[in-house]
């Protein structure tokens, strides 16, 4: 797929003069798209704006409607890639070593006093391609600080720290009393710490009056989040949250909840306790066991499944279905489910093909199957099967990206079956099947009478 390149634009806030500086509404300091944008490194030009930001914040006494501080290259191609300690983007960003703490501290209280609706800050983080500098700052021990911004005017707050160490003061009844929409991401809080469990009272419905879209992303060490939030909420996105092994959420308004690369829930120890009553929206690939789901409000009123995640087989202490299972079984109002699919490492006798657990799913009308690693052995029964319980379906999709390898495993489960399976679908609409390669079994096995 090609990157989107949307945003990737010049620099912007170099050459503010004294009247915009002093009393324009909206004050937005940006590095180019790309470090090399236009063809000319622009590494220096963005150590520059370091200094521009500064000084445009020092003479600035007035309130600023909107202020944007985004010191990450928006080129498409500048993915943040999350590894399982630390993360960097994908283009270098030769000036991150220049923002120190001290820039993120003016900054945010900055924005803290002055930013009256929306305030934006990103920093790149530290580690990264090309950075040599920062790996030499690095191996000094340098290390990010800072404290999360309190305004009760802003509305609209985004927050990516460079994988800061977080602070979070303990917040008094009403403190976000406007804030309506909140990013945080790519920060590191201390495990059990003051600051996790203010975390947590910070976005509750004393302090956050009118939260309706928050999202946590690319956040390590928070083990816990216990999030009773406002009625107001509709949309909770928890994202690459590595550590978090508890979820309490009361969400008496929330509409779409989204939990993906959070894989520490499905460990043994992991719990949760959901109450969302008017849950419409569920994307989850990293559901805790059954046993240790405490609580689930709000499953019976799901219309749309996404991101629910099934190994191909079952492999005792590895691989485990169970968390996915429970959501087929009890969002039976779904009309619309994602799934997907990997195979687990072959040359196990223990391996189960897990077909057969999952439930019929008479009520889905859309069905979404990617399948990512493997080999096609592994899914050829499971999709097929998978497929014939949909009975209704009337819109499928299915992108395969797997070798098409020939089993080698004389036993396997995938011996005996017949390919020549023939599927009745007599509400299919559409359907559309993108990846595979080299073979015709997809079309032997998937034969459909429409």
Known sequence: MKPDMEGAGPIAGLDYDDDHVMRSPVLRFAVAGTPFSGGVDRTEESRQLIAAVDAALARRAADVEALEINFVHSSGYNRYVSLTSRGFYALPHGHAV?????????????????????????????????RKAAAAAAAAGMKRLAEFPASARTETMSLSLGEASLTVPAAGAGAFRALGDLLLGQVWIEPGSADERNLSHLLSSSCCLQLRRLRLVHITGLAALRLGAAATLEELRLD???????????????????????????????????????????ACDSMCHPDRLLQFDGAATVRRLEKIFLWSHVLPGRCCNAGALWLLQHCTAADSLSLEMSSAMEGDDTEEMVRTSVPQLPSITSLTIDVNLGRWHNFKAFIAELVTKCSRVEHLSIDIQCANNACLKAQCSCKGKDDDQKISMERLREAKITGFRGSKALFVSFRTKV
């Open 98 to 130: 220049d923002i120190t703490s001290a820039h993120l501290d003016a900054w945010l209280r900055f924005g803290e006093r002055h930013a009256a609706r929306s305030f934006t800050l990103a920093v790149p983080t530290l580690s990264g391609p090309g």
């Open 240 to 282: 690459h949250l590595g550590d978090m092994a508890s979820l309490e959420l009361d969400a008496p308004g929330l509409r779409e909840l989204y939990v993906t690369e959070c894989f520490m829930m499905v460990s043994k120890g992991a719990t949760a306790a959901i109450s969302a009553p008017r849950l419409e929206t569920l």
